[in-house]
């Protein structure tokens, strides 16, 4: 059997295993952490500041994500199926890696099942959880920085940038793609450096100022152990 066939394969599953996930969506709260995450876009949504105006334990990517998905007024289920959405990405994104480090699709179907069929991932696929989040921006950052051009590069670290703003333990791929770089190209690795880093810090200014101190205390203070 061909190439052809193992990625074909692999599509089925994924299109059975998004039908068959969309058909369960749980439409109740399942997590302590994911009512807190829920709560914190519907604030959002209606106008509030994070870090000001209510407790949030990290970046606020996951919270502006959400923050459309409250207004749609449906209660949980649209979190639901962004989150199962997020982690059929995961097993699509782990299958591509896989796909362009070894060229070996049975490899590559082997890994993105796995991924899909993870007991703990079932599970946590259908929290509103920025665990998720983060996952498909690394591996999307990955993707890029394979390709090894400027553009790509660019690319990785926009995503890297969004992964910092969704959870402080990003940081360490962002070390990890950075050090990759080095080896392979300085003025990449500058760039990268450049858009990731120094967007980050760009965003974390622009997030102190109008909460007028909390979300340094909050996110960088309160949350460096986590």
Known sequence: MGQTFFKGAFLCFLVVFVALGMAG????????AD???????????RGQMPYRDFLAAHPPLLFALGAPLAALKAGVLPFRIF?????????????????RVSSDSRLALLAGALTLLAPLGLFFSRLFLNDA???????????????????????????????TMAKLTFLPFLAAFFIHLL??????????AAIA???????????????NGPYLDTIIRAQDSK
């Open 25 to 32: 969506i749980d439409r109740s709260c399942l997590d302590a």
């Open 35 to 45: 009512s807190a995450y829920l709560a914190a876009a519907d604030a959002l949504a």
């Open 83 to 99: 989150s199962f959405l997020l982690a059929a990405g995961i097993g699509l994104g782990s299958w591509r890696v896989t796909m």
């Open 133 to 163: 989040l983060v996952s498909l921006l690394a591996l999307g950052a990955v993707l890029a920085l394979l390709s090894g051009s400027r553009r790509e590069t660019v690319l990785a670290g926009a995503l890297c940038l969004l992964g």
């Open 183 to 192: 080896f392979k190209d300085r003025r990449q690795a500058l760039l990268f």
């Open 197 to 211: 880093g120094g967007g980050g810090l760009v965003a974390t200014v622009d997030l102190h100022i109008p909460t």
